[in-house]
């Protein structure tokens, strides 16, 4: 793996009259496998960033581990692609349920699209906290000013970790999910709290991106883009307020709108 996520590509453009030799700045893709306990778990693509912050996010978000303290160690071999990391306890792998589907149901919905992990550790999200029209504008808009890669490339996600006060940090991968995992892993190996906090994500909110939040614990998403509508059947059901098109003054409440202030 490399360490920079992006690389310069000779190109030829054509701008609508004639073609231009120039160059390029392209995202780079990274496959990474972890290794736990000594046995191949998942492999994924990523951009060869924050890996450790992946990892433990990833793991978090699958139910491997709940804290960062759960992993006895973690070594990270960049250059061909692997992580290798030591549970402290080594029953707490339940491989049987990775990736496996889930039919069941909750408050009479069911949940079809749900895997055996998303089940342990998506959270319903019980806050009080509450956002005005224009900190969701300005979010989205420190979000894309800090959006340097994506800028460059076009090809990749960005996402934010927010309070009402501006941004806390930001992550940029190839795979949306990848950047939400690294805010996650951020937040588990430094201990920071998530009961105030607020995404800003530059991509689609799907159902998998809604859980992602569930997971990580906080009660608002803001994004520039569309939602899914399982992805709003999933956050009106875990009490997460998802919100759209964050855009020339404008965006949409898809739910849980009691946290917009001035929204009668």
């Known amino acids: 793996m490399l360490n920079e996520i992006t690389t310069c590509q000779h190109i030829v453009k054509y701008n609508g009259y004639s073609f231009i030799e120039q160059e390029d700045d392209i995202a780079v893709e990274s496959a990474l496998t972890i290794i736990i306990d000594g046995e191949e778990f998942a492999t994924m693509v990523c951009s060869p960033s924050e890996i450790k912050e992946l990892v433990v996010g990833f793991l978090a978000s699958e139910g491997i581990i709940r804290v960062f303290q759960d992993i006895e160690s973690i070594q990270v071999d960049e250059e061909m692609g692997f992580a290798y990391v030591d549970l402290v306890n080594k029953e707490s792998l339940l491989k049987e349920f990775h990736s496996k589907r889930f039919i069941g149901s909750c408050c009479g919905k069911g949940r079809q699209f749900y895997f055996y992990n998303d089940v342990k550790t998506a959270k319903t999200i019980l806050t009080k906290l509450t956002i005005t029209p224009h900190q969701c504008h300005v979010l989205m808009k420190q979000l894309q000013e800090s959006s340097a890669h994506f800028r460059k490339t076009g090809g990749v996600h960005n996402a934010a970790l927010c309070t009402t006060d501006g941004i806390v940090i930001t992550r940029t991968d190839i795979g949306r999910h ?46 520039k883009s569309a939602p899914t509508n399982l992805a709003l059947d999933l956050a009106e059901e875990l009490g997460i307020t998802a919100i759209g098109f964050i855009r020339g003054g404008v965006f949409n409440v898809y739910t849980h709108q009691h946290r917009i202030l001035g929204l009668a």
């Open 178 to 223: 990848n950047a939400l995992d690294k805010l996650f892993g951020y937040c588990l190996i430094h201990g920071i709290p998530l009961k105030d906090k607020i995404i800003a994500f530059s991509g689609r909110i799907s159902s998998e991106v809604l859980l992602k939040a569930a997971k990580i614990g906080v009660a608002i998403i803001l994004s």
